[in-house]
């Protein structure tokens, strides 16, 4: 049982991707599901977060108004529309169950898969 995670890519700088993350073994519906991402050298950093209650999404400050995350229950998929990426993007990306932690920002939990690599390079 875990979440995986695909779409990843080499992008030029201003380019986009939509990573996409689906489950193995059970839906999403009830969960709330998070994108996190680590770059070589860097602790692990979350991107953003959906919740299953009210749809509500949580945003790091370095990708705000550039990713939309977005969930689609019916194909039991969450998606991360990545747009004007930069080279500090780049890193390995992973889904996980997520909720906010003490700090503001959030963390994930459970169902950890492989990750996907982006690559944000000239």
């Known amino acids: 049982v875990q979440l995986q995670a695909f779409g990843g890519g080499l992008v030029q700088p201003g380019g986009f991707l939509r990573l996409s993350c689906a489950p193995s073994?059970?839906?999403?519906?009830?969960?709330?599901i998070g994108w996190f991402r680590q770059a070589p050298g860097k602790e692990r950093e979350g991107v953003s977060c959906i919740f299953s209650s009210d749809v509500s999404t949580y945003y790091a400050d370095s990708v705000k108004g550039r990713f939309t995350i977005a969930r689609d229950n019916a194909k039991n998929t969450v998606y991360l529309q990545m747009n004007s990426l930069k080279p500090e993007d780049t890193a390995v990306y992973y889904c996980?169950?997520?909720?906010?932690?003490?700090?503001?920002?959030?963390?994930?939990?459970?169902?950890w898969g492989q990750g996907t690599l982006v690559t944000v390079s000239s």
């Open positions: 073994g059970f839906t999403l519906d009830y969960y709330a």
């Open positions: 996980a169950t997520c909720g906010y932690s003490g700090s503001g920002s959030i963390e994930g939990y459970d169902y």
